[in-house]
């Protein structure tokens, strides 16, 4: 599929202006912008002002670059506009490097340890739908940020030791949130600027990273044992090479997980109780799942298997709200779909607007469920349907988020309706999985 053997050049989306290119669009209206891109083609390249992006729109050609072909394709820019944050942990590593670690950092997230962090995440779960008052407004977003962020925190750091790093995670992830969207549409040139927007980032970045290698550093002068991913890394050896990771690769593995697992989660999450609040004949049958399976007890791990609605809501918010972006960078020249594309180019591939996609998928916008059951004709197929990616970067957390998310969405239901506040309008607005802006709702107690 990737031999060069034609010379079309790739569809252009309308609007491109000289030197600005696709900015304008990317930053007024990036959602609807990426969405609209199918309608031209398989291949369609956009221009972040002087940087052309080929954003592949088709199934099988995703496919190719993530999985098929993976060899000839590396992280690509977003990636490396997050080093700054992220240096070389498994976010942005790539290649032989990034194979390496992964093998070390994989033991943590396979699916026989997930049992392991269920009861913790039912627990935050439960304390967190104990702290809400009946008739109390809350902000769902924020809620769930927390939740999420207490989930991963306790499976990197379980004692108190890594409190203050959880603590300044908490304090500059809107600001680092903001930093990495900037950053990833803003020129290259723009990075260094120290307008305020840059000076926010890289000293959030620099806070943490100080702050994780505190933690590190007692960490290893205890020399205990903590059974988290903290001392599992910190004592991890590669098998082929007898060498450990050094703290500064702990603490950049520690911080890419926290920040890949905290906003995604959360912001599914959000979304489900935006739908379920939309959607009473959907909320009535998932709870009565809940009440069935659960009754007002703690949420378990065993529990999960007999959850099928609560997990096809769980599938359906996440088709509906996907990542919006990724990139790739073509190491050789390639030719995709017809179209040649030189070594050097930046490709990219959005979850969001191929789940959004008529063509594959029966009223691609509507919120139903029932798409997810085993014998619907409309069951989503797994090349069309990949919110954790696909190929040799593919999710790590996918099996700790699907848990984590299970969890927290049937422990909330064993207890709670929530309602949309009155006058709730909400927006969606771009961020790496587009989120509501505000979710203000109001839980009702249930029994
Ligand atoms: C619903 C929640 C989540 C979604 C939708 C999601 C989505 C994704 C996607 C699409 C990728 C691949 C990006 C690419 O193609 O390069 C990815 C990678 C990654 N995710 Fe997630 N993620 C979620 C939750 C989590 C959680 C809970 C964790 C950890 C606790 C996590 C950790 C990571 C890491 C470390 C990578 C990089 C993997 C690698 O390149 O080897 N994610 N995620």
Partial sequence: MTQVNQSRTAAVAPGRLPVLGHVLQLWRRPIAFLESLRTYGDVVRLDVATWPVHVLTSPELIQTVLVGDAKNFGRGRIFEKLRPLFGNGLVTSDGEFHRKQRRLVQPAFHRSQIPAYADMMARRADAMSASWTAGEEISVVAEMRRFAMSSVAEMIFSGDLGQPAVAEVQRSLPTVLEGMLARTVMPRALDRLPIPLNRRFDAACARLRRIIDEVIAQYGSEKQNRDDLLSLLMSSVDPETGETM??????????????????????????????????????????????????????????????????????????????????????????????????????????????????????????????????????????????????????????????????????????????????????????????????????????
């Fill in 246 to 447: 050094s703290d500064e690769q702990v603490r950049d593995e520690a911080i890419a997980i926290m920040f890949a697992g905290t906003e995604t989660s959360a912001t599914v999450l959000s979304w489900i109780f935006h739908e379920l609040g939309r959607h009473p004949e959907v909320e009535k049958r998932l709870h009565a799942e809940v009440d069935d399976v659960v009754g007002t007890r703690p949420v378990t791990y065993a529990d999960i298997a007999g959850l099928t609605y609560t997990d096809s809501v769980f599938r359906e918010a996440l088709r509906l709200h996907s990542p919006l972006l990724f990139t790739r960078r073509a190491l050789v020249p390639v030719n995709l779909g017809g179209v040649s594309i030189p070594a050097g180019s930046e490709l990219g591939y959005s979850p969001y607007a191929l789940h959004r996609d008529p063509a594959l998928f029966h009223e691609p916008t509507t919120f139903d469920p029932d798409r997810w059951n085993s014998d619907s004709a409309d069951r989503p197929r797994p090349h069309r349907f990949i919110p954790f990616g696909a190929g040799q970067h593919k999710c790590i957390g996918d099996n700790f988020a699907a848990a984590e998310i299970v969890i927290a969405l049937a422990s909330v239901a064993s207890r709670w309706r929530l309602v949309h506040a009155p006058r709730t309008t909400v927006r969606e607005v771009p961020a790496g999985i587009p989120q509501p802006d505000a979710l203000a709702m109001i839980p009702l107690a249930r029994h």
